[in-house]
């Protein structure tokens, strides 16, 4: 009977031993680099400094209009046709009359000149009305107004944005009749947190892809971070520049997802297992000489790691698995690798 009881209390004694320890399995602290990526979607767009306006330098008639807007041009493609104005036409013809009258008249007059019949006014007065005829006739031909009929064609390749005239259209001196975006010249606006904002400066790298098209990966670099969130989407717009060649892949509107790799400063990291949290935020157990010790902590994750800010001891080892049924001060025991 004495030796019933004796193995009772026993195996109560290892029992009650038992649950008072957890199996667990420790790792050591280490100090690293994180990188935190951060993504976001936007859209591909012209850059503003890529655009040019197509116009006349005079009035007249779109005699036959070659483009629509969206269509892709290149270099010396025709856009549309131009017929100058009746009028313009005149106002040339009048000039190239006014030089040529200019030019006759300064020849009699040197001749009279020569024969001292003019005076030095004489001769002074028609070379200025021969330079001034010269100067508009000059204007004249600058304005083209001597072409009754021109093709404009496309000075770059390019992307037609807009036509802002049709075909038989008569417009004024000046007025836009196209607008081309340099193929070579496009941005990304990405939208991203607000909070994440903080953390992306200018020349930054970006990784691109097309969201229909993700096995295609175009680079660029942070242009710009918008100083105010977008009231439509609440996101901060990150302005990417591409490069030339990736550029002359996309279109304006193309939608694009942007990865930005952020690289912090060296912190105290931690497998993600190893940080828990409840009503109190984020803590840990780390093994204090076979014992678990909790330490609260605050955590941020790059994905893979989690650096961690606390008072800790860094030499100790932290609990990464069977930290869930631990409580500070119960006994530990370690698995066996």
């Known amino acids: 009977m004495r030796n019933r009881i004796f193995l009772f209390l026993l195996f109560f004694s290892f029992s009650a031993h038992a649950e008072d320890s957890v199996l667990v399995k420790t790792e050591p602290m280490r100090k690293e680099a994180l990188t935190f990526r951060i993504s976001g979607y936007g859209t591909v767009f012209p850059d503003p400094s890529g655009i040019e306006n197509i116009s006349e330098p005079r009035s007249g008639q779109i005699a036959r209009l070659s483009v629509i807007a969206g269509q892709v041009v290149k270099r010396g493609d025709t856009l549309f046709e131009f017929a100058t104005d009746p ?25 009279l000149f020569n024969q001292q019949l003019a005076t030095n006014a004489q001769l002074a007065f028609a070379k ?7 100067s508009a006739y000059q204007a004249q031909q600058a304005l083209g ?4 009929r021109e093709t404009v064609r496309a000075p770059f390749d390019g992307v037609v944005l807009s036509c802002l005239a049709s075909q038989g259209d008569r417009i004024a001196a000046g007025k836009t009749v196209l607008q081309i975006a340099r193929r070579d010249g496009f941005l990304a606006r990405i939208g991203i947190q607000p909070e994440e904002a903080l953390r992306v400066k200018t020349g930054m790298k970006v990784s691109l892809f097309p969201v229909f098209d993700t096995s295609l990966t175009l680079q660029g670099e942070v ?11 609440r996101l901060v717009d990150v302005i990417v520049k591409l490069g030339r060649k990736d550029s002359s892949d996309l279109v304006p509107g193309m939608k694009l997802k942007g990865e930005i790799d952020i690289h912090g400063a060296s912190e ?16 840990l157990f780390q093994d204090d000489k076979g014992y678990a010790r909790r330490v609260n902590v605050s955590a941020k994750e790059d994905g893979k790691n989690t ?3 606390g008072k800790f001891d ?24």
């Open 87 to 111: 009028h313009e036409a005149n106002a040339f013809a009048q000039a190239r009359s006014a030089l040529e009258l200019a030019g006759s008249d300064l020849d009699h007059m040197t001749r």
């Open 128 to 134: 200025k009305a021969l330079q001034d005829a010269r």
């Open 145 to 148: 107004a001597g072409k009754t």
């Open 223 to 233: 242009g710009e971070v918008q100083g105010m969130i977008d009231p439509g989407t």
């Open 268 to 283: 105290w990291v931690v497998p993600r297992s190893a940080v828990l949290t409840d009503e109190n935020g984020a803590y």
């Open 307 to 309: 650096a961690v800010q």
């Open 314 to 337: 860094p030499d100790l080892p932290v609990v990464v698995l069977g930290n869930y049924e631990l409580k500070n001060g119960m006994k530990l025991r370690k698995a066996r690798p």
